[in-house]
C-alpha cells in the first residue's frame, strides 16, 4: 500500500495540523519518518552539553521525525508520549543519552514500556519519586506502548555507545529501511503507520486525585478555586508593593538630606 509520504509499499499518513501539540526542548524532522530519539538529560534546559545538543542535531539530519531532551520521570515521560501518538509515523524511540541520578527518567520510561501503568497512573516498577503520567488519558498512555517499540542504547558494557552520535545514526538508518537490517543488537525497518488514526491530545493538568476521572461540574470547581487562588496572589503581591511603596515615602520623609544627595548625584 502506498501511503501519502509516496514511499512504495509502506504506508504513511500526514500528521494533523495540531502535531507535535506539545511544545518542549525538541528538533522537528521528517514528519514521515518511523524513528524519534529520546535524549536523557542529567542538568537543567540552560547547562545542556554541547555534545548532547550535538546529538539532537544529529539525529534530525539522518531522518528522525523528532529529537529531543528528557530531564523528568513524568511530565517529561508525558510529553512524549502526546507527541508521539499524533504522529502514527513513529514506531520506534531510539532512548539514549546520560542518565540523571535524581530523577532516573531512562529508568523510568523503561520501566513504562515493558510494564505500564497502574490504577493510579504509577509507572510499574519505576524507582524514581514521583513515576506518575497524571495528564494524559489512559488511551494514549496505552497506544503509545503499542505504537512503538523501544530501542535501548543505556547499555553498560559500552557506556559509551549511549552519547555516540555514529550509533544513532546507524540506528536511525535501520529504521528507515523497507527490509529488516541489523545493526547493534537489533533488527529494524520501517515497519509503516500505526494502522488506528492520530491521537492528538494536550496534557491537561490535574490538581488532585490525579489519577481519578473528573465529572464536567467538578473540573468547573477544580477551575474556580484555581482562579480564586490567582486572583489572591495577586492582591497579596499589589498589597506588598503598596507597603513597599509607603516604606519608601516614609524613608524620604525621615531622611529627606538622603534625599538631596540622591538627587544631587
Not at 133 to 152: D, H, M, T, W
Not at 202 to 226: C, L, N
Not at 253 to 262: C, V
Request: aromatic share 6%.
Amino acid at each position: 500500500m502506498t501511503g501519502e509520504a509516496g514511499l512504495n509499499k509502506i504506508l504513511k499518513v500526514k500528521p494533523p495540523d495540531a502535531y507535535p501539540p506539545e511544545d518542549g526542548s525538541y528538533l522537528r524532522g521528517n514528519d514521515y519518518s518511523p524513528v524519534a530519539v529520546v535524549i536523557l538529560l542529567h542538568t537543567m534546559y540552560d547547562k545542556i552539553p554541547d555534545i548532547l545538543v550535538q546529538l539532537s542535531k544529529v539525529a534530525v539530519e539522518a531522518g528522525a521525525a523528532l529529537a529531543g531532551f528528557l530531564q523528568t520521570e513524568n511530565i517529561g515521560v508525558e510529553k512524549i508520549i502526546c507527541n508521539v501518538v499524533a504522529n502514527p509515523n513513529i514506531r520506534y524511540i531510539v532512548l539514549c543519552g546520560v542518565e540523571s541520578a535524581g530523577h532516573h527518567p531512562g529508568q523510568t520510561f523503561i520501566s513504562f514500556m515493558e510494564n505500564g501503568v497502574d490504577e493510579k497512573r504509577m509507572i510499574i516498577g519505576a524507582v524514581s519519586q514521583t513515576p506518575y503520567l497524571y495528564n494524559i488519558s489512559p488511551e494514549a498512555l496505552e497506544r503509545f506502548r503499542k505504537q512503538v517499540k523501544l530501542v535501548n542504547l543505556l547499555v553498560e558494557d559500552d557506556r559509551k555507545l549511549r552519547i555516540d552520535p555514529e550509533a544513532v545514526k546507524k540506528v536511525i538508518n535501520a529504521c528507515i529501511q523497507e527490509k529488516p537490517t541489523l545493526v547493534l543488537h537489533f533488527t529494524l525497518h520501517d515497519l509503516g503507520a500505526y494502522p488506528e488514526p492520530p491521537i492528538c491530545q494536550k496534557i491537561t493538568w490535574r490538581i488532585e486525585r490525579p489519577w481519578a476521572h473528573y465529572s464536567q461540574e467538578e473540573t468547573e470547581k477544580m477551575k474556580e478555586r484555581k482562579e480564586k487562588a490567582t486572583l489572591r496572589h495577586k492582591k497579596e503581591e499589589a498589597e506588598r508593593e503598596a507597603k513597599r511603596r509607603k516604606e519608601h515615602e516614609f524613608l524620604k520623609l525621615l531622611f529627606p538630606k538622603r534625599r538631596e544627595n540622591n538627587e544631587e548625584q
